[in-house]
């Protein structure tokens, strides 16, 4: 048939195309079909005639339509993208699509072995000529593509999907693509509609594109239909734009996806479960998308449970057990997250090359935490030994991360001389972060906060305005120190400017924190009316929060981000209500002060500090007994809880002589713990100058009054 028409291929080139009509007409004549059937031509009915002039006529105007799509091809080929436009824009797909959509459908269904007579339809075009048309459409996209004419290109290329869609509407039946091309014609469309449309800017389009590649079965080989897959879940994730589902696709009922990511992350570990079972091969880009997905979602749960599934050979075993710390601490289970670390740093990894970012993540992870501390020194210790042979610039973060657990392990040592040394250690390594660091503003964060610790409060103040520089002011908890430095030198007024000057820059949780300390500086100035108003604004905020939470959930926003935010928001509703609990009760409120730690209790029954004010609230209506029982219950709850320790002594020394040892050894446990706590120097010289100590007393006093001196107005960490 192509042979036939090669001649007119030429012609067409050269002159103005005829129409399908002469073309028939001049191909029938020349077939000499008129001149030598005359003695049988009165033989042959006229419905008959008329049904093999209309067949030579189909088939000839598509060797027309075929002979460009050839040429085309060519041009294409040749790298004559404006050229072969040329060609293809002469092909009317327009009105050959419904033929094309009839010949689809109708060659195949049920494609069993016929007879040599059954294999030619009437007026049914082959599925070669629609494959080759396909090609025309498809190689005219992909010029329009290379022309940068994005749009016209994906409307091209949805034509061609229109097309089979029509014609199998329940998906493309098996072994089709033994016999010709346009299976695969179809499946580069599906392929490259899409990228057309994300190359145009129409990304709601491009997702749409994806989806109808998916929803049925269009004999997509496992390897390319897990691209496609892909693809889909990387637009969901990074388009920023929210394509909601169709309707007709919605057939999950409360199980359907209802947000971009829960699809995303739905694709994605049906991917992972193709790993699982060999379907795919490995591809790591599945795995960090899926680490992103669930990592905005907040279940980091989830996800170590797809890390543990992954097959071995994969990952090393302290890659692995390093992937895992990551995301049980981000789920907030740092213990589990540092065992993990120890198995991966520890002897039976020995003979392995050290996992350096293993060593950082431990010391990381200690040093958040006094009860790690000397763990912590270990860990910073071998990545200071590490970075100066092959990672030198991590050195300033070994450095940040030993002083920082210098610092802690200070806090926690019961020597005095252990405590200095660990002091001097901190500092001395923190200032050396500093100058490897790199300008890192958390080594210089971490040094404020440690002169702070120590009450050098003047080269604390000199830290933070560094970091504020460092920071450009933008960072929540970096204003937050600094006020608490400057109440620390006794300049509340100033703290509080500070404060209403962070309040406008702060991000929303920061802002809420902020606006607590806006009211206990207000406290510290015995404005206790002005405090209330503050709180009373903080509360409203949390709440009027909350209700966004509730709606963020009912449309599926981020659970575990949720969670988490929500979380934190509560413990600081609970903290307001506990603080306004505390000013009621200084100024003999006492039923106020009761219906706020009953608010405080709700959110959180088994509070320390709900106890702790509980007895304080007691103790101020002289319920010496009832008080001593809430101190008890709080400390039962949280034994080291230094403020119901020091209250329990006070309540001690009120009911006795005869209980100063019991007191002593409350307040010098509480010292343990807090060596600048001054209520309990403060009751200390009470106990001293009552046993007769006069001299020890004094010294005793002269700290607390020093101690005092130097308190902010909350703890610095």
């Known amino acids: 048939m192509l042979c036939a028409c090669s001649g007119e291929q030429f012609k067409l080139e050269e002159a103005p195309p005829q129409s399908p009509d002469s073309l028939a007409t001049r191909d029938f004549s020349a077939s000499g079909l008129s001149s030598r059937t005359a003695d049988w031509e009165p033989k042959i009915d006229d419905t008959q005639v008329e049904e093999v002039e209309s067949t030579l006529k189909e ?3 598509l060797n027309y339509e075929e002979a460009r799509a050839l040429l085309g091809r060519l041009e294409y080929q040749r790298g004559n993208f404006d050229a072969a436009l040329q060609v293809f824009q002469g092909i009317d797909i327009k009105s050959l699509t419904p033929r094309m959509v009839r010949a689809i459908a109708e060659r195949t269904k049920q494609r069993k072995p016929r007879s040599k007579a059954d294999t030619v339809v009437p007026n049914v075009m082959s599925l070669h000529s629609v494959s080759l048309l396909l090609e025309a459409i498809l190689l005219k996209a992909k010029s329009l593509e290379e022309l940068h004419r994005y749009i016209e290109a994906a409307k091209e290329c949805r034509i061609i999907v229109d097309t089979v869609e029509s014609a199998l509407p329940k998906g493309m039946p098996e072994r089709i693509g033994e016999d010709c091309k346009l299976q695969d014609m179809f499946h580069s469309a599906l392929e490259l509609l899409p990228n057309l449309w994300i190359k145009a800017g129409f990304l709601d389009e491009a997702v749409t594109a994806y989806r109808r590649a998916l929803v049925k079965p269009w004999n997509l080989e496992q390897q390319r239909l897990a691209t496609v897959q892909k693809d889909l879940a990387k637009t969901l994730l990074y388009s920023g734009v929210e394509v909601s589902l169709p309707p007709q696709l919605q057939v999950w009922g409360p199980t359907t996806p209802k947000s971009n990511i829960e699809e995303a992350i739905l694709l994605l570990l049906i991917l992972m479960s193709k790993v699982g079972i060999q379907e795919i091969e490995w591809d790591a880009e599945i795995m960090d998308h899926l680490t992103f997905a669930l990592s905005v979602s907040g279940t980091f749960e989830s996800l170590t449970v797809h890390i543990e599934q992954i097959l071995p050979g994969i990952y090393n075993r302290a890659e692995k057990w390093y992937l895992l710390a990551l995301c049980y601490s981000a789920a907030g289970q740092n213990e589990v997250a540092l065992n993990l670390l120890k198995k991966a740093c520890g002897s039976s990894e020995a003979n392995q090359r050290p996992h350096f970012p293993s060593f950082l993540f431990g010391a990381k992870l200690c040093s958040q935490d006094p009860i790690h501390a000397h763990e912590g020194i270990n860990f910073s210790r071998e990545v200071i030994d590490l970075a100066k042979h092959r990672n030198e610039h991590f050195l300033g973060q070994g450095y940040k991360f030993l002083g920082m657990c210098y610092g802690a392990a200070a806090r926690i040592s019961v020597l005095d001389s252990e405590r200095s040394i660990f002091q001097g250690e901190s500092l001395n390594f923190l200032n050396r972060a500093v100058v490897n660091g790199n300008d890192d503003p958390e080594a210089v964060f971490s040094l404020g906060l440690e002169n702070a610790n120590q009450r050098n409060l003047d080269v604390a103040f000199d830290n933070m305005m560094m970091y504020s520089d460092m920071t450009v002011g933008s960072s929540g908890r970096g204003w937050r120190l600094l006020a608490l430095i400057v109440s620390a030198q006794q300049r509340i007024k100033d703290a509080e400017t500070i404060v ?164 002593r050894s409350f307040l010098m446990n509480a010292l343990r713990l807090d060596p600048t706590n001054h209520d309990a120097w403060f009751n200390l010289g009470v106990v001293s100058k009552s046993e007769g100590s006069l001299q020890q007393a004094a010294d005793f006093f002269q700290a607390a009054y020093e101690l005092k001196l130097s308190a902010p107005v909350q703890k610095f960490e």
């Open 500 to 663: 209403d000057f962070a309040l406008d820059e702060a991000g929303r949780m920061d802002q809420l924190e902020l606006l607590r300390l806006k009211a206990v500086l207000q406290i510290a100035q015995q404005k206790p009316k002005q405090a209330v108003e503050t709180y009373r604004i903080l509360l409203s905020l949390i709440h009027a929060k909350e209700e966004h939470w509730r709606q963020d959930k009912k449309l599926g926003q981020a659970i575990g981000f949720i969670r988490h935010e929500a979380i934190k928001e509560k413990n600081l509703e609970r903290e307001a209500w506990q603080d306004l609990a505390t000013i009621y009760a200084d100024v003999g409120s006492f039923l106020d002060a009761k219906a706020c730690i009953d608010k405080a209790q709700l959110i959180e029954f088994f509070s320390p500090r709900s106890w702790h004010v509980t007895g304080r609230l007691l103790e101020a209506q002289s319920l010496y007994k009832e008080a001593f029982v809430s101190f008890l219950i709080s400390l039962s709850i949280e034994p080291d809880y230094i403020p119901s320790i020091v209250s329990t002594a006070e309540l001690f020394l009120k009911l006795g002589m005869q209980s100063l040892p019991i007191v």
């Open 59 to 61: 088939a000839l105007s």
